[in-house]
């Protein structure tokens, strides 16, 4: 710390009152009457104090560490970097510390003794080993002044040993709240273990630590700490369930740099063997949990495939019932496709943009309802009826969820909110307590990764029906996993893929372009202008300029910012997500004189941006990949605020969403993004950039979902070559195991074939096969007295 010491000023005073204190970090406004300081040019007795503080208690004596900044509105005020608790330096003034009434059941006679027998240093003392205090003062004090000394000093020494460490204090604060006074001999003594348990600690963070407290390379917690990272990062980076055996310890050993690092990689695999952490097949080394939500989800689709239906319908009753919207002709892919939906207890619908996915969706919800409405008047109850054999539709994204309401006139949510999935809790609906429903119909289905899809599948009864939806076309989900294509690759599941394009007019150019790219090639009118297509080839350094005329251009024409998307493989870079959002904001947000806006990192946000949600967060009810628009920004100092915090609120399609400027890494502005980010909405207009200076992030499913994002126009900026390329180079191939693991029928033995209860399953114990057939074939159905077949009928 001596380093940062030369220039901070220190003030020792008593913390007078607290003025405000944020409910959901570790800020605080303080007021500090000043005892002695190294301020020069301060006069005041007291000076506005501000920083990150734990329980700081008023009446107390600290040495603050900072300096002086000025505030816009409220002048000068001493900004604190760190602090420190000024215990009472003579005997005195701790056994007044002592009795001041921050520790209940501690008198003057008992303080004395404490200070006798452990001297100066006495509240150091116990805070390291509460055993001190044995046969001083009864075991119930000694805890009950432990934990009081830890709530006022533990947060703060914790501040001080991360800070040495270089961690800022919110992570120090996160770590106290995750352990308690635990969190500093943690710190200080396995800081590896954290790599293992603490979201948000890296491999190399705690290296810096481990490396400071000097524990040696070959240490196994350390190499069992890179072992894991570099299986949990590379499933992550690259989207596999699991690495080799040789991938896996080549990688380990770059973290590990030790001459040894081979051998030892090796004995830390079996130790996490050993404990579960990780789990080996064939060669094959997974993170357990991965292994597991491959498992599972081969278990619970093979539950789901030998599952006994409620009831079966034949070819004349979904006929009969059949809905076709709007009046369309159904080609015979298309008509298959509704009744596989309607009778297939697991079904698989893929299909590029405008071949008429939604289409059959639509057909089947309709269909669907028609049915049931007919059978309801049947049953004991009609509206448990309807309830228990109801449509559920969910998606990834909420765009998509809000599409398929928009589309079927029925309700649809999130995965997330379907399953009740908080951040830290397990889903609400699972096994034990799954969903009810006849039909559960999931959309974009590729962004589905191994672990959503293993709850998804664990909360779905038997005899509830999955329709699955998606282009197997587009990018692979952002986490690990290659759920849909491993589906359909199976060949164990009922699968249809439709292909005929229908869309015509606007946007019509764009399908046969995506259809183009799915054959690894450019159509040869790629470079000529479509009523719905252009292109501007330039340079990788003229891209942001070309795009900014094209802005410009969309601009004047009268679209909107929730109209156009600019759309570009990465970050960084001038044609990057960061440069061409900033370029965009100028053009249609442009900063106001006297505007309020909040910054976050290099991002100055303000009101009437739009903006993209970059993280799940349930409790919110927001998640990656929504995107809305920033509707207010507060002032912490704005009399309307009650909270006293800085803050954003955001429009999400109607739903407003309170943001505090400590949360406002979960945001960015979202006139650009990237490929990944936009998948599962559309836009009217889209202008998407790819130069060869994109290197590897080149390939056919980024510009193939990149294109698909566009309804009406798309606008394709940079160089021909990068598209060429893009369009003929596959998605790198995944390490996964699910399509083996359906085909093979490596099961384990599991609980394939118990009927997990629910209101559905009461109505539906006995088998009824709808069918032009005489009754004495079909088994009473309980609760559905004297149902025919001709009940499936449209009267
Ligand atoms: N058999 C058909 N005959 C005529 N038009 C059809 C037929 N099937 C679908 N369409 C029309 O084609 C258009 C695209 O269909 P739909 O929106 O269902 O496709 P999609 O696969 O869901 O597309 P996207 O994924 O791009 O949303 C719609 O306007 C739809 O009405």
Known sequence: MAYQEQQLEKITGTLQNVIFASSDSYFKILSVQIDDSTLENWDEPEIITTGTFADVQEGSVYAFYGSVVRHPKYGQQFKVTRYENELPPDKNGLIKYFTSGQFSGIGKKTATKIVEHLGLNAVNLILDDVHVLDGIVKETTAKKLMRSLQLNLGLERLFQVGSQFGMGADMAGRLYDQYGAEAENILSQDPYRLVF????????????????????????????????????????????????????????????????????????????????????????????????????????????????????????????????????????????AVKAGLNAQVFLLTGGPGTGKTTIVRAVVATWHKLLQAQAKYADNTTDFLKSYAVKMASPTGRAAKRMTEVTGYDATTIHRLLGISDLDEPEFNADNPIAGGLLIIDEASMLDIELTAKLLAAIPNGMKLMIVGDSDQLPSVGPGNVLADLVASGKI????????????????????????????????????????????????????????????????????????????????????????????????????????????????????????????????????????????????????????????????????????????????????????????????????????????????????????????????????????????????????????????????????????????????????????????????????????????PN
């Open 197 to 336: 348990e603490f979201d948000g600690m890296s491999f190399k963070m705690a290296d810096v630590i481990g490396q400071k407290i000097g524990v040696d390379r070959t240490d196994e917690r350390r190499v069992q700490a890179a072992v894991y990272a570099t299986i949990i990062t590379m499933s992550y980076q690259y989207g596999y369930t699991y690495l080799t055996r040789q991938q896996l310890i080549q990688s380990s050993v770059k973290l590990i740099r030790d001459s040894n690092a081979e051998v030892v990689a090796s004995q830390a695999i079996e130790r996490l063997l050993a404990d579960n952490i990780l789990v080996e097949e064939d060669q094959r080394l997974y993170a357990a949990t991965l292994y597991h939500a491959e498992m599972q989800t081969a278990n619970d689709l093979k539950r789901l495939l030998d599952a006994k239906l409620p009831f079966e319908l034949s070819e004349q009753a979904i006929n009969a019932a059949f809905i076709t919207p709007g009046q369309l002709v159904l080609d015979d892919t298309q008509i298959a």
């Open 494 to 793: 009922t699968h249809i893929e439709l292909d005929t394009i229908y869309r015509q007019g606007k946007g019509s150019s764009i399908t046969t372009l995506a259809q183009h790219i799915k054959n690894g090639e450019l159509p040869n009118d790629f470079m000529k202008n479509q009523q719905d297509r252009s292109t501007f080839m330039v340079s990788h350094d003229q891209a942001d300029q070309a795009i900014k005329q094209v802005v410009q251009a969309a601009v004047k024409k009268g679209y909107t910012q929730d109209d156009l998307q600019i759309l570009t493989p990465i970050y960084k870079t001038t044609s990057g997500v960061n440069a061409l959002n900033t370029m965009a904001q100028e053009l249609f947000n442009p900063a106001k004189p006297a505007q309020k806006s909040l910054q976050f990192g290099t991002t100055i946000f303000r009101k009437g941006d739009k903006i993209l949600q970059l993280e799940n967060d349930s409790e919110r009810d927001v998640f990656n990949g929504d995107m809305g628009k920033i509707i207010a920004v507060q002032y912490k100092n704005d009399k309307s605020n009650d909270d006293h915090e800085d803050r954003l609120i955001v429009d999400f399609d109607g739903k407003e969403i309170s943001y505090p400027k400590k949360d406002l890494n979960q945001l960015t502005l979202a006139y650009a993004t990237t490929v990944h980010k936009a998948q599962g909405n559309e836009f009217k207009v889209v202008i998407m950039a790819l130069t060869t200076r994109f290197g590897l992030m080149l390939n056919r499913n980024l510009l193939y979902t990149g294109i698909t994002r566009a309804k009406e126009a798309l606008i394709l900026v940079g160089e021909y070559e990068a598209f060429l390329h893009a369009a003929q180079t596959p998605v790198p191939t995944r390490l996964t195991r699910l399509k083996e693991r359906l085909q093979n029928q490596e099961l384990a033995p599991s609980q394939d074939s118990i009927d997990k209860p629910n209101a559905m399953h009461k109505v539906a114990e006995n088998h009824l096969t709808i069918e032009m057939i005489q009754s004495d074939d079909i088994s009473p159905l309980i609760g559905l007295n004297g149902v025919t077949p001709y009940d499936f009928m």
